[in-house]
């Protein structure tokens, strides 16, 4: 079964940073590219982050740009999402989530979703 | 401000169907695949519709997806209550280098 599991929400101040981890079974990991997405509560879905299958292209939203770092280990079928100086609209459930493109470097396709892991950002 | 732009609600009674539209722009729905997902509250989002029309494996006929332009539409017949949900149309953006998503639909099936 194809699967993502993140970890590493919690509470944090502003300013401070937090490391998210996902990691995904299921699946040959190194075919596919990676997301996180989030939901402030209340609000809709918004995109965070994209990250080739190979690590070598990675992409952000402008909200995060500058702050927000993703990585892969394809080892250890784990993304990662770094984020510094975090705000109070960084509080959100944080989605992992796989793209669904194997051939192509193509985007926009997320076929699994994990349950979400939360970030609290307050003093 | 969403990329793309949905109706912030919908609704029908059960057995009928209804559409939600997505209206974006040339640089993402004009020119990339658009994909729909429905979101009911604390669950993970789930993939129903990709590269426009396509429907993965285990999603019911009952969904369908149609793009002209740029714009999108996703189709629901014969609803049921469990079809209340947020949904969601998203796309590639080749300006903004990013996946841009609409601000969601909510489905009330009453």
């Known amino acids: 079964e194809v699967q993502v599991l993140e970890s590493g929400g919690g509470l944090v101040q502003p300013g401070e940073s937090l490391r998210l981890s996902c990691v995904a079974s299921?699946?040959?990991?190194?075919?596919?590219?990676m997301n996180w997405v989030r939901q402030a509560p209340g609000k809709g879905l918004e995109w965070v982050s994209v990250?080739?299958?190979?690590?070598?292209?990675?992409y952000y939203g402008d909200s995060v740009k500058g702050r927000f770092t993703i990585s892969r280990d394809n080892s250890k079928s784990t993304v990662y999402l770094q984020m510094n100086s975090l705000r109070a609209e960084d509080t959100a459930v944080y989605y992992c989530?796989?793209?669904?493109?194997?051939?192509?470097?193509?985007?926009?396709?997320?076929?699994?979703w994990g349950q979400g892991t939360l970030v609290t950002v307050s003093s | 401000q969403s990329v793309l732009t949905q109706p912030p609600s919908v609704s029908a009674a059960p057995g009928q169907k209804v559409t939600i539209s997505c209206s974006g722009s040339?640089?993402?729905?004009?020119?990339?695949?658009v994909s729909w997902y429905q979101h009911l509250p604390g669950t993970a989002p789930k993939l129903l519709i990709y590269?426009?029309?396509k429907r993965p494996s285990g999603i019911p006929d009952r969904f369908s997806g149609s793009k002209s332009g740029t714009s999108a539409t996703l189709g629901m017949t014969g609803l049921q209550t469990g079809d209340e949900a947020d949904y969601y149309c998203?796309?590639?953006?080749?300006?903004?280098?990013?996946?841009?998503f609409g601000g969601g639909t909510k489905l009330t099936v009453l």
């Open positions: 990250i080739s299958k190979s690590g070598g292209a990675t």
């Open positions: 989530a796989k793209e669904g493109y194997v051939l192509n470097d193509w985007y926009g396709k997320i076929d699994c």
């Open positions: 299921g699946f040959t990991f190194s075919s596919y590219a």
């Open positions: 998203g796309s590639w953006d080749d300006a903004l280098l990013a996946v841009v």
């Open positions: 040339s640089s993402n729905i004009g020119n990339n695949y």
């Open positions: 590269d426009d029309n």
